[in-house]
């Protein structure tokens, strides 16, 4: 278990290396309303460290070993290498070095409840969710959820030490710094093996962050997925389950869905109807999302009718199906999906959606995921009418030449005939701009910068 304690170590000044992160900024934004010293570098200037300097941090751009002036703590993201100047300083002065993980771990030891959400997908709408509907029923949480949250105005809102909600992420086990009184999983799939060895290995680590939960407190597990079911058998805390049917304790009857795409149902806890959810994300995936999250809050305490009031507020998180623009009738939407799983069920719920011919813009994301799931991304592209892939997004990866975007297209046109492979964005915006038809939808998919293309197309469709 970390050991660390930022009060009993005398801690006032920490310095972030990378502070310009939607997480670092956001932890840095939370220290300085605790009345901490903050400080940090980052590469590039931009609007988050503009807001971080207007807040009190002072902030540097580029990388250099002076700015390891006197902090009592240096906290790092993991895209931050051994050689980096600063760190390489805070090694030399010998000065204490975490991780964001570690960082935020600490940071949870000072509220009551930890609200932890995990899982392979979901995790940034149903962190939103709970937010929403704790933060409009005036239960005033500290917030950091990991994208862009309208009802909060960015990603970070520090309320009161009461509850404290973020994202649990898996990779290279960094949940496992955590603190939660409460955790959520969503689902459990292969992903991150880059890091990970096997689907056994992602299942023991979230056996792991499951034991970090105290006895008296909560687990709530998607029951309908197989692997999160191979997990929760034996666990030491309360637990709740929710899912398909009455197998679970939280589930819904009679879903619908309407013209947007967006579900209503009955929610039902162990044969109770608790009452009628209307939503306003499209989907079957952000319905579970949405029964998980209300799980959470009905815990809490909240009633279902102020859980439903609260979730009418809520219209996604950017770059989860988030609608770019709508332009002589041709739609423009960006989704984050960049897992085989991720994209199936986003396109499912654009089966829902009234739209003629549906173009899709995929980046891959990670060469590693690439290969490992090749397959299994020849095969979630069916049902699209105008399927473009771009190259490999590499992220904290290099290239090996192993893998390339040209080898998935061709793994995907032995189903779908109508797929190409398309290196430049500009020339992917001219073609879309030059072929789409009133009535169609455009979508563009990945974690990386595709989002780029539909912007400029929105653009361009605008003229």
Same mark, same amino acid.
């Given at each position: 278990m970390f050991d660390f304690d930022l009060d009993k170590h005398s801690i006032n000044h920490i310095h972030f290396i990378g502070i310009g992160g939607i997480s670092m900024s956001a932890l840095a934004q939370i220290l300085i309303n605790f009345d901490y010293k903050v400080s940090g570098s980052d590469m590039n200037d931009s609007e988050i460290t503009k807001k971080l300097s207007s807040q009190g941090a002072t902030i540097h751009i580029g990388h250099n070993k002076n700015n390891i002036s006197s902090p009592d703590l240096?906290?790092? #993201?993991?895209?931050?290498?051994? #050689?980096?100047?600063? @760190?390489?300083?805070?090694? #030399?002065?010998?000065?204490?070095i975490l991780s964001r993980a570690e960082m935020l771990g600490l940071l949870m030891k000072k509220f009551k409840n930890n609200i932890a959400v995990a899982g392979t997908h979901g995790k940034t709408t149903t962190t939103s969710?709970? !937010?929403v509907i704790l933060d409009y029923n005036k239960y005033s949480p500290t917030i950091l959820v990991g994208g862009? @949250?309208?009802n909060i105005g960015g990603n970070v809102k520090v309320g009161s030490r009461d509850y404290f909600i973020t994202e649990a992420c898996?990779?290279?086990g !960094?949940? @496992?710094k955590f603190f939660p009184t409460v955790g959520i999983i969503l689902n459990i799939e292969e992903d991150h093996l880059d890091y990970f060895k096997d689907l056994n290995h992602i299942k023991n680590t979230f056996r792991e962050f499951i034991d970090l939960i105290p006895n008296d407190g909560l687990l709530i597990a998607y029951g309908d997925d197989p692997n999160v079911q191979n997990i929760i058998d034996h666990v030491n805390c309360n637990l709740i389950t929710y899912g398909q049917d009455n197998n679970s304790d939280y589930y819904p009857i009679n879903i619908s869905f309407n013209d947007l795409g967006y579900p209503s149902f009955n929610l039902y806890k162990k044969d109770k109807l608790l009452g009628k959810i209307n939503l306003r994300v499209p989907g079957e995936h952000n319905l579970y999302n949405s029964i998980a999250s209300i799980a959470c809050c009905h815990h809490f305490g909240i009633d279902i009718d102020h859980i439903n009031e609260a979730l009418n507020t809520f219209g996604g998180t950017h770059r989860r199906f988030d609608l770019l623009g709508n332009i002589n009738n041709i739609r423009v939407v960006d989704d984050?999906?960049?897992h085989p799983t991720e994209i199936e069920a986003t396109l499912k719920a654009v089966s829902n959606i009234d739209h003629s011919n549906l173009w899709c813009v995929f980046q891959p994301h990670t060469f590693t995921r690439t290969i490992s799931l090749l397959d299994e991304f020849s095969e979630a592209f069916d049902g699209v009418d105008n399927l473009i892939i771009t190259d490999i997004y590499a992220a904290r990866e290099k290239d090996t030449g192993q893998i390339h975007s040209k080898d998935l297209v061709e793994k995907i046109k032995m189903r779908n005939d109508k797929v190409t492979y398309m290196?430049?964005?500009d020339s992917i915006v001219d073609y879309i701009y030059e072929n789409a038809k009133p009535n169609d939808l455009v979508i563009t998919m990945g974690a990386g910068?595709?989002?780029r293309i539909g912007e400029k197309l929105v653009n361009k469709l605008k003229g």
């Open positions: 240096v906290v790092y #993201t993991a895209a931050v290498k051994e #050689t980096n100047p600063e @760190l390489m300083e805070a090694r #030399t002065k010998q000065i204490p969710m709970i !937010s862009q @949250l309208d898996e990779y290279v !960094s949940f @496992l984050y999906a960049h290196k430049e964005f910068n595709v989002n």
